[in-house]
């Protein structure tokens, strides 16, 4: 499967905290920028959502 990657809204502008994601109908992929090679992250859509929504209101 062909991941469409892109930069997070959430990630730093100063390019040092710099996360990638991508999103499926069955996972949301997370990666570090800097370190692609490493991997991914693969997250539950709904999960994702979740912790979207509690950093969001400022309590992660």
Same mark, same amino acid.
């Given at each position: ?8 809204s ?5 390019? *040092? ?5 991508? =999103? +499926?109908?069955? $996972? ?7 370190? !692609?090679?490493? *991997? ?5 859509? =709904? +999960?994702?959502? $979740?912790?979207?929504?509690e950093?969001?209101?400022? !309590?992660?």
């Amino acid at each position: 499967m062909e991941l469409d990657w892109h930069k997070s809204s959430y990630s730093g502008s100063n390019g *040092g905290d710099c996360l990638e994601v991508a =999103e +499926a109908p069955s $996972a949301v992929y997370v990666r570090d920028t800097q370190n !692609r090679e490493l *991997g991914h992250l693969a997250f539950d859509p =709904e +999960a994702f959502a $979740a912790f979207v929504q509690e950093v969001k209101a400022g !309590r992660l």
